[in-house]
């Protein structure tokens, strides 16, 4: 088991950066692969990003390329998400997950654990 805590989000312009963090408990955090999911109102949660447990291979959505970075710290059992450029279709509560052993997934149903969740409004 993995209990998840997360930080950070909140109300941003347009253009705009914001950072998310989340914490695992627990001794075996780098043997998680970690992903950040989101979920705009009225619609499925998605995909976000990911980063592999061992090689830290990160897999992006396309419409976050190059505006999102995945990063973990294995000392702090810490997964973050900068997020720069945000526009106000990035406006969605975002949850990080955990999932041990796994390699690549974009799947919600492939994560067994998840975080409480945190909003975050782009405005325009």
């Known amino acids: 088991q993995v209990q998840l805590v997360q930080s950070g989000g909140g109300l941003v312009q347009s253009g705009g950066s914001i950072r998310l963090s989340c914490v695992a408990s627990?001794?075996?955090?780098?043997?998680?692969?970690m992903g950040w999911f989101r979920q705009a109102p009225g619609k499925e949660r998605e995909f976000v990003a990911a980063i592999n447990w061992g090689d830290d291979t990160t897999y992006y959505v396309e419409s976050v390329e190059g505006r999102f970075t995945i990063s973990r710290d294995n000392a702090k059992n810490t997964v973050n998400l900068q997020m720069n450029s945000l526009k106000p279709e990035d406006t969605a509560v975002y949850y990080c997950?955990?999932?041990?052993?796994?390699?690549?997934?974009?799947?919600?149903?492939?994560?067994?654990?998840w975080g409480q969740g945190t909003q975050v409004t782009v405005s325009s």
């Open positions: 627990g001794r075996t955090f780098s043997t998680y692969t």
């Open positions: 997950a955990a999932a041990r052993f796994l390699s690549g997934s974009r799947s919600t149903r492939m994560y067994p654990y």
